[in-house]
């Protein structure tokens, strides 16, 4: 065999096993990417129904206020204990930007921000704020029940517009997945 024979052999060797190579970390990459697809959508699903319980829990809220019963409400609003963690590995690999647009995005980054320990913190400073000054407050200020009314009706609609927009996601990444 000449030396021309086995360069060319090796030579072939090694172009086929780079286009393998390629080709097996092309077919690796699109199932991981289908992977974690599928699990945002879980993701996506469960932070709807925990938003739908914090809707129920702003409700008995709401109840507590208009029976003038703050005092005994011990209701929680657990903000942060909504799952990113699929959403939070996509968006440092660059991954989502494939399956998402601008807007859906910035109603990513809003989602961050409203779902996170100093939103939950605020919210909660606010009940509790709320159920400690109500009954002294509500003798010198009628309005304070108005008040305290309005902001519900605020949390409320963001609740329900993050659910909005999570469950216009949600399809939007059902639709890429199936495509």
Not at 10 to 24: H, P, R, T, Y
Not at 77 to 85: A, D, G, M
Not at 90 to 97: D, T
């Amino acid at each position: 065999m000449s030396f021309w024979s086995v360069f060319f052999s090796v030579l072939a060797g090694i172009v086929a096993g780079v286009f393998i190579n390629l080709g097996l970390r092309f077919v690796e990459n699109k199932l991981a990417e289908k992977k974690d697809i599928k699990n945002l959508i879980f993701e996506i699903g469960f932070n709807i129904k925990r938003i739908d319980s914090l809707v129920e829990e702003l409700q008995k809220y709401r109840d507590a206020l208009n029976a003038n019963n703050l005092k005994n409400y011990f209701g929680y609003f657990p903000l942060s204990k909504v799952i990113v963690s699929t959403l939070n590995q996509m968006v440092f690999k660059g991954s989502i930007y494939k399956h998402l647009g601008h807007e859906e995005i910035s109603w990513l980054q809003n989602f961050f921000v409203d779902f996170s320990p100093g939103t939950e913190g605020f919210i909660n400073s606010q009940v509790g704020h709320n159920k400690e000054k109500f009954h002294t407050i509500l003798g010198t200020n009628p309005d304070v029940k108005a008040k305290v009314d309005s902001e519900i009706k605020w949390w409320k609609e963001k609740l329900i517009k993050s659910k909005t927009n999570l469950g216009s996601i949600k399809n939007k990444l059902e639709g890429s997945k199936k495509a």
